[in-house]
């Protein structure tokens, strides 16, 4: 007797993105910028010193920009996965098709969450060899490319959860793809603005927790704190609070994407 499989949605959203050549062509491109980015870097870096040679140092250097790059990626690419996967279902008219049959709401949202995500887990496990580069020079331990890749999947989880939301209980995919935009704009650049002003405003106690809370929530920075001890111990002088930027970025983002799946999941039956 033949199992069913444990969630068809899912299943069919991976074939329907894998088996499209513009997938692994966009993979390639991807890659191909990236590795001219590095053989640039390479060229600039060893032209700028006296010995012509690459430096531990300069190796930490390129390791943060590539972060910086890919966290870039996830902000841009993420809600472009996800913001259409439910209004888009509803603009071609399927979505009834799809509640009349047997699978679930929480099947139905986490099939199209995962397998929109699945693209871009696959964009960052290409970027892998690409990352074994600075090992060869040193100034770089294999700690810190687990932890930013775990940061990656946890900022890819949440947003893509947003996404999703945002897709569930709108009706239109462009306003849902504005929405998710302007979600990712604001954790990446008004949260970094908030805690300038809190810290050049905010001579209170209260006032720097919270300039704290928006900084530990802005994803590069959080990113950059993992791998320089130095802009962690940074951010907890200026805010005079010690505690890791990373583990209220871990909670805050967790429950930002648990909190968006629960909703998505809860209203998807609701306003189809």
């Given at each position: 007797m033949n199992q069913k499989p444990f969630n068809p949605v899912l299943l069919k959203?991976?074939?329907?993105?894998?088996r499209n050549a513009k997938s692994f062509s966009s993979i390639a491109f991807y890659l191909i910028?990236?590795?001219?980015f590095i053989v640039a870097f390479f060229n600039l870096m060893t032209g700028y010193t006296a010995s012509g040679f690459f430096q531990p140092s300069e190796s930490f250097l390129l390791f943060a920009c590539l972060t910086v790059l890919q966290m870039g990626l996830i902000l841009f690419i993420a809600p472009a996965l996800t913001a259409g996967a439910i209004s888009t279902e509803r603009e071609k008219q399927?979505?009834?098709?799809?509640?009349?049959?047997?699978?679930?709401?929480?099947?139905i949202i986490i099939g199209k969450l995962m397998a929109s995500l699945a693209f871009l887990l696959v964009i960052l496990l290409a970027t892998l060899?690409?990352?074994?580069?600075?090992?060869l020079f040193g100034g770089v331990s294999p700690s810190?490319?687990?932890a930013v890749f775990l940061l990656f999947i946890l900022t890819v989880f949440a947003l893509g959860s947003v996404g999703i939301m945002f897709s569930t209980i709108t009706k239109k995919t462009i306003v849902s793809m504005i929405t998710t935009y302007g979600v990712a704009i604001f954790f990446a650049f008004f949260t970094f603005l908030f805690f300038l002003?809190?810290?050049?405003?905010?001579?209170e106690s209260g006032l720097l927790a919270i300039s704290y809370v928006w900084i530990s929530l802005n994803p590069f920075a959080v990113a950059l704190s993992v791998i320089s001890p130095d802009i962690a111990l940074g951010i907890s002088e200026t805010t005079k609070i010690e505690?890791?930027?990373?583990w209220i970025y871990v909670i805050g983002y967790s429950g930002i994407g648990l909190l968006?799946?629960?909703i998505a999941i809860k209203k998807l039956r609701a306003t189809h």
């Open positions: 959203e991976l074939k329907l993105r894998f910028a990236l590795t001219l399927t979505l009834n098709i799809l509640l009349t049959t047997t699978q679930t709401s929480a099947q060899p690409l990352y074994s580069i600075v090992f810190m490319v687990v002003v809190g810290v050049v405003n905010g001579l505690l890791s930027p990373v968006s799946l629960a």
